[in-house]
């Protein structure tokens, strides 16, 4: 019963230690140096890694940026709420607020085109889930988060908010049109 | 003057009042198990798209209460526990302080009772993780942080036992091994409570209007550090488990005793660190910043849980190929006592854990990769077969030792204890798969309505994900009958199992005595060489799965949009 009692050897660190277990353990250590070496090989090499550009804000600066975008770029309302579609310039920015309970405005993206997208959230915390792509981007309030985006194939994308945000969270559901 | 007895079934010996708080401890842990259970009945009945049981109001408030009853305060009561066993039970020695202890036991519970009420009176209805700038009543941070105070006493009183154990001589050389990771568990217990207070003190202060705001990138980087050590916390504890178990139930020794100590050093050094795979799809944090986090400090952690996950199979193959279990790769492993509850739930718990919630994790720990799952459905799925078959059917398994022992109870229906961690671990590793796929698929965790009534647009999610919801209330209502079944078969057999002999009881400890549970294997000297064959086919088993699924994420990521 050595597990519950002490040792026979009395001080553990002079115990010897078991062939196969130093097998297990050079195996174990070079598969983490693989698992390591993978994520900095998709920042060289690899498409999909997140951003780091991110600014300190604040909701009403953040805000004003993103009327001052609808502004400029609205091609049309949609819904009885009158939700502008924004056409964001070919390679250009685009801008997206997260805040109770929904995200505005809807943007209109071209498949192959890189965007540049400012996420910030209004109020509480959001999530940024692009369904069915299966893209999720914690979304904070304070910070303006730039992700470049390259949409790959044309339709119609669902944003789904996947952080807790009250009582109407479900009813957050924002949209993105790949042409 | 302490007294003792010593148990004549197993020849542990219990101070009296450790043995009291052990009993109080592990009992106020089954209540809030019991309530936690109420509550994951609820939320799996309403996540259940042909259900949907409550309304949205409710359901967050029943998510909030499930996440802190079970995480926090199942989970912690029932530690406490395990520090004093495996302080001054294994360590033969008396309980430093009891009268202390005795405030770790109520400031708990009033800890507990305070956020509990605090959540359902409504307007704390913030999740688990109380994410700023949302923000709960004072009490609810309140109840949280006085638990934390008794939860930290409760270390320092097995701190101070281990003094005791030590002055007084009650043992030699090093202390066991099972007491060993205990105390590993306790320092993590102690960082972790350090770097709750930094975050939970200053939200109790804004929660009455003393500060203004607080940061909500900070607060998600310290409170993480509070939300995953304080797993790390229940992986030392469980791995403890696994391994007293193992003695218990084979005799077993360790392999080697370094590898196993080292293993658990490793966590003291590294989990906490990795705390930050939270915030990998976090705009505050650079690439580097996370890379470095993810990848030194988590992988030397990753490194300790793939260590252990051979160690303890291999020292359960080494005890039993020396009864003679010899023949083939794995005659060790169908010769053991599957019909013994103790043994059947701690093994799942290892295989669980280490295959599902392990490679889960790590994948979900993975820089880039997170993006993928990160707050989806796959996120519960990972720590439900963690912290659920990991740790809670650890718990559960060591009672079925526990109530004859330290309750002096023979537990009742012995045919259904044989079968209920067969019924609640293989559930709830069905269930954490069925998540895992339903958030592979982009289903959001914590939210009420998969068909987004009221929102001005629609999205249908894939019917592969109904499937999965679906199947995810039916295991998961298998898995609370599961749990049930423990707590009814608990607390029937406290009340009314046959009342077994406490032992003599004595002012004075006594040597072990030889062939009990208790009794030494130590005299034997080292562990002799037993070569471990079936050990190593688990272990490359596991090492396949992991490589596998590890590159199927990537090649999921390679077909996203692409970012940058």
Not at chain 1, 74 to 88: A, F, L, S
Not at chain 2, 214 to 234: E, F, K, P, T
Not at chain 2, 498 to 522: M, N, Y
Request: aromatic share 14%; hydrophobic share 50%; net charge positive.
């Amino acid at each position: 019963m050595s597990a519950i009692l002490p040792p026979s050897e009395r001080l553990w660190w002079k115990q010897p230690i078991a062939k196969i277990e130093w097998f297990w353990i050079a195996i174990a250590f070079v598969w983490a140096m693989i698992m390591f070496v993978m994520m900095v090989y998709w920042h060289i090499n690899g498409k999909q890694n997140l951003s780091n550009e991110v600014y300190k804000t604040t909701p009403e600066m953040f805000a004003a940026k993103t009327e001052k975008f609808i502004k400029e770029n609205t091609i049309r309302t949609e819904t009885d709420q009158q939700i502008p579609v924004v056409k964001v310039p070919a390679g250009g920015e685009g801008y997206l607020m997260a805040r109770l309970w929904n995200w505005y405005p809807i943007l209109e993206l071209e498949a192959g085109k890189t965007y540049k997208i400012h996420l910030s959230a209004m109020d509480y915390q959001h999530g940024f889930s692009l369904q069915p792509v299966n893209i999720n981007i914690q979304v904070l309030p304070g910070y303006e988060h730039v992700v470049k985006m390259t949409p790959t194939k044309a339709g119609t994308y669902a944003i789904v908010c996947n952080e807790y945000c009250g009582i109407g969270h479900h009813t957050m559901l924002g949209r993105i049109y790949v042409k | 003057m302490a007294t003792y007895r010593t148990c004549p079934r197993t020849g542990l010996q219990f101070d009296l009042e450790a043995d009291k708080l052990m009993r109080w401890n592990a009992v106020a842990g089954v209540l809030w198990l019991l309530v936690g259970g109420i509550t994951a009945l609820l939320v799996i009945l309403t996540r259940w798209p042909a259900i949907k049981l409550l309304p949205a109001d409710q359901f967050y408030l029943i998510l909030t209460a499930h996440g802190i009853d079970m995480l926090i305060l199942w989970i912690i009561f029932f530690e406490m526990a395990v520090l004093y066993f495996a302080s001054s039970t294994l360590l033969r020695c008396r309980l430093a302080t009891p009268k202390v202890a005795w405030v770790q036991f109520w400031l708990m519970v009033v800890g507990g009772i305070m956020t509990n009420i605090a959540i359902f009176q409504g307007e704390s209805s913030v999740m688990f993780t109380s994410y700023v700038p949302m923000q709960a009543a004072p009490h609810f941070y309140l109840g949280i942080i006085l638990f934390a105070v008794g939860a930290l006493i409760g270390c320092g009183v097995f701190f101070g036992t281990l003094v005791v154990a030590k002055r007084e001589k009650t043992y030699t050389g090093s202390i066991p091994l099972v007491t060993f990771g205990a105390m590993t568990a306790a320092i993590i217990a102690v960082f972790t409570i350090a770097s709750g207070a930094a975050i939970l003190i200053p939200t109790f202060l804004w929660s009455i209007g003393l500060i203004q705001s607080i940061d909500a990138q900070l607060y998600r980087m310290v409170w993480w550090a509070l939300g995953h050590s304080s797993q790390q916390i229940n992986v030392a504890a469980h791995v403890s488990i696994w391994y007293l178990v193992a003695a218990v139930a084979f005799g077993a020794k360790p392999l080697s005793e370094k590898v196993s100590r080292f293993a658990f050093l490793l966590y003291i050094l590294f989990l906490q660190l990795a705390s930050a795979h939270h915030l990998l799809s976090d705009p505050g944090m650079s690439a580097e910043w996370k890379v470095l986090n993810t990848s030194y400090f988590m992988y030397f952690a990753v490194l300790a849980s793939m260590i252990h996950g051979f160690t303890v199979p291999g020292a359960i193959e080494a005890a039993q190929r020396k009864k003679g279990f010899n023949n083939g790769l794995f005659e060790w492993l169908r010769k053991a006592p599957w019909g013994n509850p103790v043994f059947s739930g701690m093994f799942i718990s290892l295989v669980g854990f280490g295959f599902i919630g392990g490679i889960s994790g790590v994948v979900l720990g993975t820089e880039q990769i997170n993006m993928l799952m990160h707050n989806t459905f796959y996120v519960p799925g990972h720590f439900h077969a963690t912290v659920v078959v990991g740790t809670t059917l650890a718990f559960m398994s060591i009672t079925y030792l526990l109530v004859p022992t330290l309750f002096k109870r023979e537990m009742l229906f012995p045919k259904l204890c044989q079968i209920q961690p067969y019924l609640y671990g293989l559930s709830m590793i069905g269930l954490s798969l069925v998540m895992m796929g339903a958030g592979t698929l982009g289903v959001s965790r914590r939210h009420w309505d998969m068909a987004f009534s009221g929102a001005p647009f629609q999205y249908e999610w894939p019917g592969a994900a109904y499937l999965m919801m679906g199947m995810t209330g039916i295991l998961g209502v298998i898995a609370v009958v599961g749990g049930g079944l423990w707590i009814g078969l608990v607390v029937l057999s406290l009340l009314f199992g046959k009342k077994l002999d406490g032992g003599p009881v004595s002012d004075k400890t006594v040597p072990i005595p030889d062939q009990t549970v208790a009794a030494s294997a130590s005299a034997t000297g080292s562990e002799e060489h037993v070569s471990v064959p079936g050990t190593v086919v688990l272990a490359l088993t596991l090492l396949t799965c992991f490589v596998l699924y590890y590159f199927v994420n990537w090649k999921y990521l390679s077909e996203v949009w692409g970012l940058s």
